[in-house]
């Protein structure tokens, strides 16, 4: 039976990145926490891909959005760094990513994917998994789906805001609206 991670502190991690300005460099959780930043990191399956690419792009077109909510995206695949940059470089129109506001991380050793519980070991590969972390690096949502499905970037905006209201919001909540008083 896996072991629950949510409300624990989350894996922490450092890996090689292609950063928004198409160089090289590094992520980590650390990092993010030492800048009292709320971290969304996620995973996706592969370079080069088909659902990959449209939220992939959906997050860094919406990425102002998670900036004004001190968080900082990163999304990251089993891929490496230079084929991340290659996609990067290839025009949206051909299935490319253009231009990405946040960093795309390389875990090619498998360990953050395998940490984090979304690794597909007989394919190398990572599920679709989305996880927020706190900026004290406490894991404060998980979600993890097959990689046939696209997440929505509405759902985790909600979820972040939610997270960072500090209260008990209930079913259909949105930004702005009460939370429960008890």
């Not at 990405?100 to 070991?121: M, Q, S």
Request: aromatic share 8%; glycine share 8%; with cysteine.
């Amino acid at each position: 039976m896996p072991e629950r991670m949510v409300g624990k502190q989350a894996p922490r991690f450092e890996m090689e990145a292609v950063l928004p300005n198409k160089e090289f460099g590094k992520v980590s959780l650390e990092e993010n926490m030492k800048n009292d930043k709320w971290t969304v990191l996620f995973f996706y399956p592969m370079d080069f891909t088909f659902v990959c690419p449209t939220e992939i792009t959906a997050l860094s077109d919406r990425y102002e959005e998670f900036d004004d909510l001190d968080a900082v995206v990163i999304g990251a695949s089993t891929d490496t760094i230079h084929t991340h940059l290659a996609w990067i470089k290839t025009d949206r129109k051909e299935n490319g990513l253009g231009d990405l506001n946040y960093a795309l991380a390389a875990d090619t050793n498998h360990v953050v994917a395998r940490d984090y519980g979304v690794l597909i070991e007989e394919d190398g590969i990572a599920l679709r998994g989305l996880f927020i972390i706190s900026p004290e690096g406490e894991l404060m949502y998980s979600v993890v789906n097959h990689n046939n499905i696209g997440r929505d970037v509405d759902e985790t905006l909600r979820v972040l805001q939610a997270l960072q209201t500090g209260g008990l919001c209930p079913a259909n909540w949105k930004p702005g609206q009460a939370t429960l008083n008890v």
